[in-house]
C-alpha cells in the first residue's frame, strides 16, 4: 500500500511538471508568433533589438539556432558589425550547449578571425573559452591547451589585460584537470594579477576559488588560507561597490574551503565556525546541483578531522549518490570513493575500505589508460596537422619562389627590351643627327666659299680705302697733336696751385690763355681723355679725395671741401660712382689699388 501511494505521488508530481512544461513552451511559443508577427514592420534600428529578445525568449529550444541565423543576416543586410559579432558569438554558444562538436570546431575558427578582424575583443574572448572547453570536454586536452596558448598570446599582442587574465585561467584549469596543481597555482596567480589591473573585480574573485582549490590540491594550507582571506577582502570590496550583486554564492564557497582548511589544520574550533556559516549560507534552491554536493562534502570533512565517521560516512554517501545519478564527471566520483575507502578504513571495516580502494584503483588506470590512448592519438593528430600545416607551408614557399622567379625572368626580359628599344631609338636619333649635321656641315662650307669671296673683295676695297684715307691720316695727325699740346696745357693749368679744387675753376682764363675757342678746348680734352671736360675736373679731385683718405685721418667733410665739393651729398654720390665705395666704406675696406676711370 506504501508502494502504491508513492507511485501515484511520484506520478501527480510528473504530471505537474509534465503540464508546467508544456505551459511554459506554449507561452514562449504565444510570445514568439506575436513578435514574429510585427517584426517586418519594425525599423531596422528595433529590429535587431527584437530578434535579439528572440534568441533570448527561446535560448532552450532548438528553434533558436533559426532566429540566430536570423540576426546574422539582419546585421549583415544592415552592416551592423557589432550585432554580427554579437550574433556569431551566441551561434558558437549554441554549438557548445548543444555538445555540437563537430560545429563548433568547423565554424569557430571563421568566428574567431570575423571578432579580431573587427576587433571586437570582448566577444572573442567568450567564443575562445567556448571552443576551448569544448576541446577538454571532448577528451583533447592537449589541443585546448595549445589553443589556450595561442589564444594567450593573441591577448598580449592586442593588450587586452581581461582578456589574457581570461586565458590565464583557462590554461590554468586545464593544467589543473591534468593534476598539474603547481603550474596550475602559477597560472591562477598570474591571472589574479592581470584581473586587477583589468579592474574586473567580479573576474578575480570567481579566480581566487580556483587557486585556492589548487592550494589546498597541494597541501599549502597556510597559503590556500591566505588566498581565503583575500578573496573575502574581495568579495567585501565588490559588494560595496556593487551591492546590487548576489554574491552568496562566493561567500559560501569560502566557507566551504576554510571547512576544510581548518581540518586539515587540525584547527576544529575554526572549522566548526566555518561550517555553521556554510549552512547558514547554503541556498535551499542549490539542492540537486554540484554545490549540495560540495555541501555534503564540507561537512564530511569536518566530521572525518573530528572522528564522528557515522555522521561524516552519511554525508559521503549523498555526495556519491548525487554525482552517480547527477553528473558525469568521474574524476569526482572516484575521488570521493578513495574518501568512502579512507573513511571505512578508519572505521576498522578494511574488506570494504580494500574492495572500495582496488575498485577506485582500477578505475583509474582504466581511465588514465584511455586518456593516456586518447592524448596519443591526439598527438598523432596534431603531428600530423602540424605536418601537413609545413608541407602546406613549403609548398607556398615554393609557389613563391616560382613566383619570384617567374616576375623576376618577366622583368629581365622586360628590361631587356626597354634597353633594345632605347638603343634602336638612340640610333634612329643620331641617324636624324648625322643627317641634319652632313646638312649643316655642308651648308657651312657654302657660307665659307662666299665669306672668302666677300674677304677678298673687302681687301680690294681696304686696299682702295687705305690709299683714299692715307692723306686724310695725316691730317688728323696733326690735329691730335695740336690736340695734345692743348690738353696738356689745360692739365697743367689744373694741377697749378690746385686749381682744379677751387669753386669755380676759371675756364675763360684758361680759354683766353690757350687762345682758342670754348668749342675746341672741350674737343681737344675730350679727344685725349675720352671724357668732358668737366668730368676729368672731377677726376681729378676724386683722386686727390681718396689720396687724402689714404694719407690723413681728416674728417670726410674738410676732405669734401679741400677737393673743392661744397655740398657732401654730391661728393660721396661721385666718389661711389667712380670707386663703387663711399668715402667712409672707402677708409674703412682700405681700398687703396682704386682709381678714377
Not at 74 to 87: F, L, P
Not at 218 to 243: C, F, G, H, V
Not at 261 to 289: H, N, R, S, V
Not at 586 to 596: D, E, F, H, Q
Request: hydrophobic share 40%; charged share 25%; glycine share 2%.
Amino acid at each position: 500500500m506504501k508502494i502504491l501511494l508513492q507511485t501515484i505521488i511520484l506520478c501527480i508530481l510528473a504530471t505537474l511538471i509534465f503540464c508546467s512544461a508544456v505551459a511554459q513552451q506554449s507561452a514562449v511559443a504565444r510570445q514568439t508568433d506575436s513578435i514574429l508577427s510585427v517584426l517586418p514592420s519594425l525599423p531596422d534600428a528595433e529590429k535587431l533589438e527584437t530578434i535579439g529578445k528572440l534568441i533570448v525568449l527561446n535560448n532552450r529550444e532548438p528553434s533558436v539556432k533559426i532566429y540566430i541565423n536570423m540576426l546574422i543576416n539582419e546585421a549583415q543586410r544592415q552592416k551592423n558589425i557589432e550585432m554580427e559579432g554579437r550574433a556569431l558569438a551566441n551561434l558558437a554558444f549554441y554549438y557548445t550547449m548543444q555538445f555540437d562538436t563537430d560545429s563548433i570546431f568547423t565554424e569557430s575558427e571563421d568566428i574567431i578571425q570575423f571578432l579580431r578582424t573587427h576587433n571586437l575583443y570582448d566577444l572573442l574572448s567568450t567564443v575562445h573559452n567556448n571552443v576551448i572547453m569544448r576541446h577538454s570536454v571532448a577528451g583533447r586536452t592537449l589541443t585546448a591547451l595549445r589553443k589556450a596558448e595561442e589564444a594567450y598570446e593573441y591577448s598580449k599582442e592586442i593588450q587586452d589585460e581581461l582578456f589574457t587574465a581570461q586565458m590565464l585561467t583557462l590554461m590554468a584549469n586545464l593544467y589543473s584537470s591534468m593534476n598539474f596543481f603547481e603550474e596550475a597555482l602559477r597560472l591562477y596567480t598570474e591571472s589574479i594579477k592581470m584581473g586587477r589591473k583589468a579592474s574586473s573585480e567580479k573576474y578575480f574573485v570567481n579566480t581566487y576559488n580556483l587557486i585556492i582549490v589548487s592550494a589546498i590540491e597541494l597541501k599549502r594550507y597556510e597559503e590556500a588560507m591566505q588566498y581565503t582571506d583575500s578573496m573575502q577582502l574581495e568579495i567585501d570590496r565588490l559588494q560595496r561597490n556593487k551591492p546590487e550583486l548576489n554574491l552568496k554564492w562566493n561567500r559560501f564557497r569560502i566557507n566551504t574551503h576554510k571547512v576544510r582548511i581548518y581540518a586539515e589544520m587540525k584547527q576544529y574550533d575554526d572549522a566548526l565556525e566555518a561550517l555553521k556559516l556554510t549552512e547558514a549560507l547554503f541556498d535551499p534552491q542549490w539542492k540537486g546541483t554540484i554545490d549540495e554536493a560540495t555541501f555534503n562534502e564540507t561537512i564530511f570533512r569536518y566530521h572525518y578531522a573530528t572522528g564522528n565517521f557515522q555522521k561524516a560516512l552519511e554525508h559521503l554517501n549523498s555526495a556519491i549518490q548525487f554525482v552517480e545519478t547527477g553528473t558525469e564527471n568521474i574524476e569526482l566520483l572516484l575521488g570521493y570513493n578513495m574518501l568512502n575507502a579512507r573513511l571505512h578504513f578508519d572505521m576498522g571495516d578494511y574488506r570494504h575500505a580494500a574492495q572500495t580502494a582496488f575498485n577506485v584503483i582500477e578505475s583509474r588506470d582504466s581511465l588514465n589508460t584511455q586518456r593516456f590512448s586518447a592524448q596519443l592519438n591526439e598527438l598523432r593528430t596534431i603531428f600530423e596537422l602540424d605536418k601537413l600545416e609545413l608541407e602546406a607551408v613549403r609548398k607556398q614557399a615554393h609557389i613563391r619562389q616560382q613566383r619570384i622567379i617567374i616576375l623576376a625572368s618577366l622583368g629581365g626580359c622586360f628590361l631587356l627590351a626597354v634597353i633594345v628599344a632605347c638603343v634602336a631609338w638612340n640610333r634612329k636619333k643620331l641617324a636624324q643627327k648625322n643627317i641634319v649635321l652632313y646638312r649643316q656641315i655642308k651648308q657651312q662650307d657654302k657660307v665659307a666659299e662666299e665669306r672668302d669671296a666677300i674677304e677678298k673683295e673687302n681687301k680690294i676695297l681696304k686696299a682702295r680705302y687705305q690709299i683714299d684715307n692715307a692723306n686724310q691720316e695725316n691730317d688728323e695727325n696733326d690735329e691730335k697733336t695740336e690736340y695734345q699740346t692743348i690738353f696738356d696745357r689745360v692739365h697743367e693749368y689744373l694741377l697749378t696751385d690746385r686749381n682744379f679744387a677751387k669753386e669755380e675753376t676759371n675756364i675763360n682764363k684758361l680759354i683766353k690763355s690757350l687762345n682758342v675757342s670754348r668749342t675746341y678746348l672741350y674737343e681737344a680734352v675730350k679727344a685725349v681723355t675720352k671724357k668732358p671736360l668737366q668730368v676729368y675736373i672731377n677726376n681729378l679731385r676724386l683722386e686727390e679725395a681718396k689720396k687724402l683718405l689714404d694719407t690723413t685721418n681728416e674728417k670726410i667733410e674738410i676732405i669734401s671741401e679741400l677737393c673743392g665739393y661744397n655740398v657732401k651729398s654730391t661728393f660721396n654720390r661721385q666718389f661711389k660712382e667712380v670707386f663703387g665705395f663711399t668715402p667712409s666704406e672707402y677708409r674703412n675696406v682700405g681700398k687703396k689699388n682704386i682709381t678714377a676711370g
